[in-house]
C-alpha cells in the first residue's frame, strides 16, 4: 500500500496510474461504515485511493478540530487489510500552505439542517473535496449516507463546476441496537451510548409509520421526537423533513426559518434527518422514506439529485 504525503507525490502516484479509480475520503478514526465505502470502492474499480485528513477548514470555533479521535496505526493496517491501493495522509501544511486563499462556496443547500447549525462547515468540506477530487481525478467517490447533507452539496458541486466523475452513496452502516456507526461514538460515556439507541429507533417508528401511509409532517417528525424524550440525556437539536433531491425544507421540529414547505403532492423520496446531542456530543442519523430506497443504489439515485 502506498502511503502518499504531499499533493506532489499524489499527482506523481496517480499519473502512474491506468483503468478505474475509486476514491474514499475520511478524516481517520475509521470504522465498519468507512471500510464498506472502501469495501464497494474495492469492487467496483482497478485502484483505490483512501485519504485521511482532518481537515480544519470544516471544523468551527469551539468544535472539536484537536479533540478529534486520531488512530493512524489501525487505519492504516484496516485499509491494507481491505486491499487499498494507496493511502493520501496530508498535513494541514500540505493541503493550506501560507497564502492559501481559495474556497468553494455551495449556495441555497448549504443553508439549512447541519449548514445552519454549522455555518463555516459546507466551506471547508468542499475547498477540501474539490481538491481531493483535482488530485485522485476518480471515476467514481463514495460518500455514507450519513452525512446525506453532505452528498447533497458535493453533488451540486461536481454538477455545478463540471467536475468529470461519478458519485456512489453508501448506506449507513449501523451498531448491533442500530446505532449509525460514527468516528465521534467514542466520545459518549457508557449511559449515553446506552440512550443514543433513540435516533435510529425514532427514525425507524416514522419510517413505518410512512410507509404504513402517513403523510401528515407533524406525525412523522413527532414520532421521532417520541423516542429521543424517552431519553433524558437526549436533546434535540431539529429533526427535519425535507425533499431528499433538493433539500427543500417541508417541516421541522423545532420550527426554524429554513424549515417551512411544502408535502410532495406526489409521492417523491424524503429526506428524514436528525441530530442529538449527548453532553457536547451531536449525533447525526437520517432515513430516506419510503425505506425501500435505503439501499447504494436508491442513495445514489435519490439523495442530491434534483
Ligand atoms: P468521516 O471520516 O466522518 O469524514 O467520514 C468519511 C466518509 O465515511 C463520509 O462519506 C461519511 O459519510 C462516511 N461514513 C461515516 N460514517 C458512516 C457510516 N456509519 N456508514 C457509512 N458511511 C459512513
Known sequence: MHLLHTPEEFIAYRKSLSGTIGLVPT????????????????????????????????????????????????????????????????TPDNMYPQGYQT???????????????????FRGVTTIVAKLFNLAQPTIAYFGQKDAQQVCVIRRMVRDLHIPLNIAVIPTAREADGLAMSSRNVYLSAEQRAGAVCLSRGIMQASSLYDAGERNPSALLNAV??????????????????????????????????????????????????????????????????????????????????
Open 27 to 90: 478524516m481517520g478514526a475509521l470504522h465498519a461504515g468507512h471500510l464498506s465505502l472502501v469495501n464497494h470502492a474495492r469492487t467496483d474499480n482497478t485502484h483505490v485511493i483512501t485519504t485521511i485528513f482532518v481537515n480544519p477548514t470544516q471544523f468551527g470555533q469551539g468544535e472539536d478540530f484537536t479533540a478529534y479521535p486520531r488512530t493512524l496505526d489501525a487505519d492504516l493496517q484496516q485499509l491494507s487489510d481491505a486491499g487499498v491501493d494507496a493511502v493520501f495522509l496530508p
Open 103 to 121: 474556497y468553494i462556496t455551495v449556495e441555497d443547500i448549504t443553508r439549512g439542517l447541519e449548514g445552519a447549525m454549522r455555518p463555516t462547515h
Open 225 to 306: 421526537l417520541d423516542e429521543i424524550q424517552k431519553e433524558s440525556l437526549a436533546s434535540a437539536d431539529y429533526i427535519s423533513l425535507n425533499h431528499a433531491r433538493t433539500l427543500a425544507p417541508i417541516a421541522v421540529i423545532p420550527s426554524a426559518d429554513w424549515g417551512m414547505g411544502e408535502m410532495p403532492t406526489a409521492d417523491e423520496p424524503l429526506l428524514l434527518s436528525l441530530t442529538v446531542r449527548f453532553g457536547k456530543t451531536r449525533l447525526l442519523d437520517n432515513a430516506i422514506l419510503p425505506h425501500h430506497l435505503n439501499t447504494r443504489e436508491g442513495l445514489t439515485n435519490v439523495l442530491g439529485a434534483g
